[in-house]
């Protein structure tokens, strides 16, 4: 077994703020799944996931238990709170050292959020979906300060070249987002999708000033990342914030 990779998002985060997105290097699942994935919903065999999700904890020296969501591709926002079962949403938010926001994805976006003094985390996870149900500005809004005091940034998702997408996903996102994240992809009725800008609009509307990231496309990269659009069964990376104790 390989040693875990992680991509570390490159923002002006506090020091006691940690984040980090997994890869599929490393890890002891197999076939379809094989490397690192740390998903339970999919068919990977539970044993495995345990361990990888074992591995990840000490590999990035977490100090608890990451706040796993059951993913619904809405708007649900959720405070990280420990609890029995999986909690319905697609996004999670701490005020407190501790509580770790996690999200999974595999070509959807990833979207970390941080107060500038580092006394406010969260994760997003944004396919077309949840960009569509304005996820992004629902995490915004969980945070009690003003939007221009965040920092954001967007981890590795599918790229516009790999995404096409049909008329009725484009009306879906609407006509503000059409003329922004959409360009015409060669295919009657169909176009591609830029995830990463589609969420820049919205957060930049929403009040955000600092937005880092988008630099890694899940589809091309097959060594590094999991994609449902390349590979329909297969893993899922994840992408996590926690604040230390300082």
Not at 119 to 140: E, F, S, T, Y
Not at 155 to 166: H, K, L, N, R, W
Not at 175 to 203: C, I, M, N, Y
Request: net charge negative.
């Amino acid at each position: 077994m390989t040693e875990p990779e992680f991509v570390y998002p490159d923002w002006p985060a506090p020091d006691h703020v940690r984040a980090a997105t997994s890869t599929r290097a490393g890890g002891v699942s197999r076939n379809a799944y094989a490397g690192f994935n740390l998903a339970a919903h999919v068919d990977d065999r539970p044993e495995d996931v345990q361990q990888n999700r074992e591995i990840l904890a000490q590999t990035l020296r977490l100090p608890g238990e990451p706040y796993w969501l059951d993913q619904q591709h809405g708007a649900m926002v959720q405070e990280a709170r420990i609890t029995p079962e999986l909690v319905k949403a697609d996004a999670s938010y701490t005020t407190c050292a501790g509580p770790i926001c996690v999200v999974q994805t595999a070509d959807c976006l990833p979207v970390l959020l941080c107060s500038r003094k580092g006394d406010w985390v969260a994760a997003a996870h944004a396919g077309w979906k949840g960009i569509a149900a304005n996820v992004l500005q629902a995490a915004i809004h969980a945070y009690p300060g003003p939007p221009e005091d965040l920092l954001v940034w967007l981890g590795p998702a599918i790229s516009m070249e790999f995404y096409e997408v049909d008329e009725l996903v484009r009306a879906a996102l609407g006509k503000e987002l059409a003329s922004v994240a959409f360009r015409p992809s060669g295919r009657a009725g169909h176009w591609l999708l830029d995830l990463t800008s589609a969420a820049a609009w919205q957060l930049e509307r929403a009040g955000v000033e600092h937005c880092y990231g988008a630099e890694e496309c899940t589809f091309q990269d097959e060594r590094r990342f999991y994609s449902y659009r390349r590979d329909r069964i297969t893993g899922r990376m994840a992408t996590l914030i926690w604040m230390e104790k300082h």
